[in-house]
C-alpha cells in the first residue's frame, strides 16, 4: 500500500468514529498519535501537508453527510 492509501484509511476510520466530525478525527488523531500504528506514523511523516489536505478533503467530498450539509469547504 502506499502513503497516500494507509493515510486516507487511518483518517476515514477516525472521521467515521468520530460522528463524521473532520475536527474532531484530526484531534483525536494527534492526541493518539503514538499509540497509531507505525504504518501510518510513517506515512504522515512521509506525505506533504499539501497532500493530508488533498485526502482530507476527499474524504469530506466522499461522505454523504458532509455533501447533505454542505461542510466540504475546508
Same mark, same amino acid.
Given at each position: 500500500?502506499?502513503?497516500?492509501?494507509?493515510?486516507?484509511?487511518?483518517?476515514?476510520?477516525?472521521? &467515521? +468514529? $468520530?460522528?463524521? %466530525?473532520?475536527?474532531?478525527?484530526? @484531534?483525536?488523531?494527534?492526541?493518539?498519535?503514538?499509540?497509531?500504528? /507505525?504504518?501510518?506514523?510513517?506515512?504522515?511523516?512521509?506525505? &506533504? +501537508? $499539501?497532500?493530508? %489536505?488533498?485526502?482530507?478533503?476527499? @474524504?469530506?467530498?466522499?461522505?454523504?453527510?458532509?455533501?447533505?450539509? /454542505?461542510?466540504?469547504?475546508?
Amino acid at each position: 500500500m502506499n502513503y497516500e492509501k494507509i493515510y486516507k484509511l487511518y483518517i476515514r476510520s477516525a472521521f &467515521s +468514529d $468520530e460522528c463524521h %466530525n473532520i475536527v474532531r478525527a484530526i @484531534i483525536y488523531i494527534q492526541k493518539h498519535f503514538y499509540a497509531m500504528p /507505525k504504518e501510518f506514523r510513517n506515512a504522515d511523516r512521509e506525505l &506533504s +501537508d $499539501e497532500t493530508k %489536505n488533498r485526502i482530507i478533503q476527499s @474524504i469530506l467530498w466522499e461522505d454523504e453527510l458532509a455533501k447533505r450539509f /454542505k461542510l466540504c469547504r475546508v
